[in-house]
């Protein structure tokens, strides 16, 4: 068996970070200079945030660039984990697939109508397949036979 299929939904979930990026900058620069932000007095002053200074539309993007280095580090750790163990493939890769699918519409939600309780249930779901993704883990590296 190949252990390495479970790669691909983690470099397409890489891939997807950079494209929020690219949104992110692409909205928040021009708003920055429609604001007039000086970047410089944000660094100067703890009390000042873009939050403050841009609509909320614009600072949705980043903070869900945010997001996506947040629990995604714990994705990766364990997708790459189970590279190394031989168990990146079949059930754990679509696994994989369904948490990048789940953090997809995430930020869609996020960067667009930004819904809380939507956000909440994609972020709920794509925690448990993270928990099952790291259930795996842990009955391969502890030999636990279930």
């Not at 000042?48 to 994705?75: C, G, I, M, R």
Request: net charge neutral; charged share 15%.
């Amino acid at each position: 068996m190949d252990p390495t299929p479970i790669l691909q939904p983690v470099v397409a979930l890489m891939v997807w970070t950079m494209v929020m990026w690219v949104w992110m900058y692409a909205t928040r620069i021009p708003a920055m200079s429609k604001a007039k932000v000086d970047p410089d007095s944000l660094v100067r002053d703890p009390d000042v945030s873009l939050d403050h200074k841009l609509p909320p539309e614009v600072q949705w993007k980043a903070h869900n660039y945010n997001h996506l280095h947040e629990q995604p580090t714990v994705f990766y750790a364990v997708c790459l984990t189970l590279v190394l163990l031989g168990y990146g493939d079949g059930m754990n890769a679509l696994l994989a697939w369904i948490y990048v699918g789940l953090r997809v519409i995430h930020s869609f939600v996020q960067v667009t109508a930004n819904k809380v309780l939507v956000r909440f249930v994609l972020f709920l779901l794509s925690s448990l397949v993270l928990i099952a993704l790291i259930f795996h883990a842990a009955l391969v590296v502890f030999d636990i036979h279930v």
